[in-house]
């Protein structure tokens, strides 16, 4: 045990929606299993594999999954909230969560420890499952993490697989997704609909808890991110300018801010510089273009 990285819990969880009990995976820490290393724009923790260790990867244990019908949820949301017409609807959807299964992983076996596909697949699972659970959980925002999460593990299988054409679909999907959901939360959220009580952590990665503040920076990166699919050159200086204003917020540009870790403001003011150095290029472009345009009138 002392040599493992993870462990599977001693008493056992009974699924609430068909009644099976199981294990579930925990990651142990301590012992330098965890070596932290850069924080991407996304707000992502990389980790640096060990001599000891090898890679460790803490996101392919927070969902947990029933192996029998593969219910699916966050750790400290599972068996919340359900009542006897919503275990309904999740146990009437259970064959389709199995087809999600099957086309992820050769074998479904959430007994056994997780690998990458078996991470990335508790997430689809979750995002399936929430789309039942009452509002007081937050669904828009669990499934807005839990997209964005995959969309992490899609690329991590693309580093250990191999740059697939089939993972660079998945990963747009995913994130995607994700700015979808964002952008339900966030308009839920503002009527009242959705509240923020349901939230326990924030994230959107493990390490560190962002609050709402990271919740609006996420929606302006993915914004950004996903902005190159607009080919409205107007449309995307729109975007740029709205995501600008977002990351300009979180990192405090123009200011001081002592809220926030040194290597968080840095990145996030590397991204307003990028996006800025992109708007004036736009910007350029399109004057060049409508003094073509006035010539040849």
């Known amino acids: 045990m002392a040599d493992a990285v993870t462990f599977f819990t001693k008493n056992l969880i009974e699924c609430p929606v068909c009644g099976y009990q199981f294990r579930r995976e925990e990651l142990m820490t301590g012992g330098g299993r965890l070596n932290a290393g850069?924080?991407?724009?996304?707000?992502?923790?990389?980790y640096i594999p060990t001599q000891k260790w090898g890679k460790v990867n803490p996101l392919l244990y927070p969902v947990t999954v029933c192996p029998n019908c593969l219910y699916s949820t966050l750790k400290e949301d599972f068996g919340k909230y359900l009542d006897d017409n919503i275990i309904s609807q999740i146990d009437r959807y259970r064959e389709i969560r199995g087809n999600y299964a099957i086309q992820i992983v050769d074998k479904v076996d959430f007994e056994k420890p997780r690998d990458l596909k078996h991470g990335l697949l508790s997430y689809i699972l979750a995002i399936s499952t929430y789309s039942f659970l009452s509002k007081k959980l937050s669904p828009s925002f669990k499934k807005a993490?839990?997209?964005?999460?995959?969309?992490?593990?899609?690329?991590?299988?693309?580093?250990?697989?191999?740059?697939?054409?089939e993972y660079n679909q998945m990963q747009l999907v995913f994130y995607k997704k994700s700015l979808e959901f964002y952008s339900l939360f966030l308009e839920k959220q503002a009527k009242g609909e959705e509240s923020i009580d349901g939230i326990k952590f924030f994230g959107p990665d493990l390490d560190k808890d962002f609050g709402f503040d990271g919740v609006l920076y996420i929606y302006a990166v993915l914004r950004y991110k996903l902005s190159y699919l607009e080919e409205d050159p107007r449309k995307r200086l729109e975007i740029i300018d709205e995501s600008k204003r977002y990351i300009a917020k979180f990192v405090g540009i123009g200011k001081k801010s002592i809220d926030k870790p040194v290597d968080v403001l840095e990145m996030g003011r590397e991204l307003y510089e990028k996006m800025s150095e992109e708007e004036e290029k736009l910007k350029k472009e399109l004057e060049e273009f409508s003094v073509s345009f006035d010539s040849q009138q």
């Open 145 to 165: 993490v839990c997209a964005l999460r995959a969309a992490w593990l899609t690329e991590d299988l693309k580093s250990e697989e191999g740059n697939k054409p």
């Open 38 to 46: 850069k924080l991407t724009y996304e707000l992502r923790r990389l």
